[in-house]
């Protein structure tokens, strides 16, 4: 039975720059609101780990204080998925039609999801990025963009992680997540098993003003970590990824 197919993405707001204003002030200002976060954080954990019996491995390796959270991307369920089995609060960076009216609107923005407007150069989510970064907090951000239909990692990433991982100076944890492209048959009845993977957290050397080239060159880098880290799980599939990392025979 074929997969569900999710719609064509749509690259372009229409809507100013000014209409995101308020809500990347809201991320500036601090981390994400408490009686927005942890109850949307327990109830996506708990559907997380009965619906989808989605298991981490190697969350001891996200460090406190400032990090940069890098996952490859496949559903709309990445976000929960990637920081539902760590206690920090993660921003994430997320396409701008997310923010639409209506009550997931209230939760992304008082959650701590500010907007990206994609495909135009978008400096107030950088700037907003870097805020959140020289406080300490946890960001998330998808080097591949947009989501993948086949659960296949992009071949190159989007430069905009490289930049913030050198101007920041913060350190990256590559995140593989197994099987969440699937997560979208429940309407099938088809449920598949998840596995979120923490890689080793590396950094790069602080570059104020590094160049498109060398942006492009480090996003690929992180996103090569990643990969490394999903074709294992994908060679040895959810249940052997778990008996892999309980012998401690997992690499990265």
């Known amino acids: 039975m074929p997969d569900v197919q999710i719609r064509e993405q749509r690259y372009k707001d229409e809507r100013p720059a000014e209409h995101f204003t308020r809500y990347h002030e809201r991320t500036r200002a601090g981390e994400p609101e408490a009686h927005v976060y942890e109850p949307v954080r327990a109830f996506t ?56 009216p209506g009550p ?70 590559p995140v593989a997540i197994l099987g969440s492209h699937q997560a979208r048959n429940w309407r099938k009845g088809r449920l598949p098993k998840v596995i979120v993977r923490y890689g080793t957290p590396f950094r790069f050397a602080v570059d104020a003003t590094p160049t498109r080239e060398r942006q492009q060159q480090c996003a690929d880098e992180i996103l090569e970590r990643i990969r490394v880290l999903h074709t294992e799980m994908v060679a040895l599939g959810p249940r052997g990824t778990l008996r892999a990392a309980r012998r401690g025979e997992l690499v990265g």
């Open 45 to 100: 954990v708990l559907n997380a780990l009965i619906t989808f019996r989605a298991r981490s491995i190697g969350s001891e390796n996200v460090p406190a204080g400032p990090v940069i959270l890098a996952p490859n991307h496949a559903s709309f369920m990445d976000h929960f998925f990637t920081g539902g089995f760590i206690r920090r609060r993660v921003q994430f960076m997320a396409k701008s039609q997310l923010f639409a």
């Open 104 to 173: 997931a609107q209230y939760i992304f923005s008082h959650g701590g999801v500010f907007p990206v407007r994609r495909g135009v150069a978008d400096e107030e989510a950088f700037t907003t990025a870097f805020a959140v970064l020289a406080r300490g907090g946890a960001l998330g951000m998808y080097p591949e963009g947009g989501r993948s239909r086949t659960g296949e990692l992009a071949p190159t990433a989007r430069p905009g992680i490289g930049r913030l991982a050198l101007e920041s100076g913060a350190p990256v944890v």
